[in-house]
């Protein structure tokens, strides 16, 4: 039974006019079935909850072994760049050759015509904005707003 299904027969055990319990033993049994559908959403949310680090932390693993290749990759170009000077290097396993291309160097951003520009949204610095908040600053607009935020441990 889902939980909804479960809250509205415990209404249903209940008379709305007088808030006589009609069928007590049912509601008890539904109480039961509700704290441990109760119990079974919190188990999953723990579960869940680990699988997510575990994830994240694999996901740094992953993110310093890529950061690590990338770099041998670079480090790897750039000497045999220096070391052959231009030449092309054919074995049968790989080739080095080159290929030419542009890039567009900028060395005077003010001197950049504006239809060149692309606009940025303003960002919100919360961190500091609710420091000076809680300083004593009032700003328009901004308040320390205190939440409920559940823990599942």
């Excluded at 109480?31 to 994240?56: C, G, P, T």
């Excluded at 231009?86 to 239809?115: H, W």
Aim: net charge negative; aromatic share 6%; with cysteine.
């Amino acid at each position: 039974m889902k939980l909804y299904d479960i809250n509205q027969e415990i209404l249903d055990c209940i008379d709305m006019e007088t808030g006589e319990i009609i069928a007590p033993e049912k509601l008890e049994a539904l109480q039961m079935d509700k704290h441990e559908k109760l119990r079974n959403i919190a188990f999953v949310a723990l579960n869940a909850a680990a699988d997510a680090k575990a994830y994240e932390e694999q996901e740094k693993k992953f993110a310093a072994r890529k950061k690590a290749a990338k770099s041998t990759v670079e480090w790897a170009k750039s000497t045999l760049a220096a070391e052959l000077g231009g030449q092309k290097m054919k074995e049968p396993e790989f080739t080095v050759s080159y290929r030419k291309s542009e890039v567009v160097e900028i060395s005077n951003l003010d001197a950049v015509p504006c239809e060149f520009l692309t606009p940025q949204p303003p960002k919100v610095d919360k961190v500091s904005l609710k420091k000076a908040v809680k300083g004593g600053a009032v700003i328009d607009g901004v308040s320390l707003v205190e939440c409920q935020n559940i823990q599942i441990k």
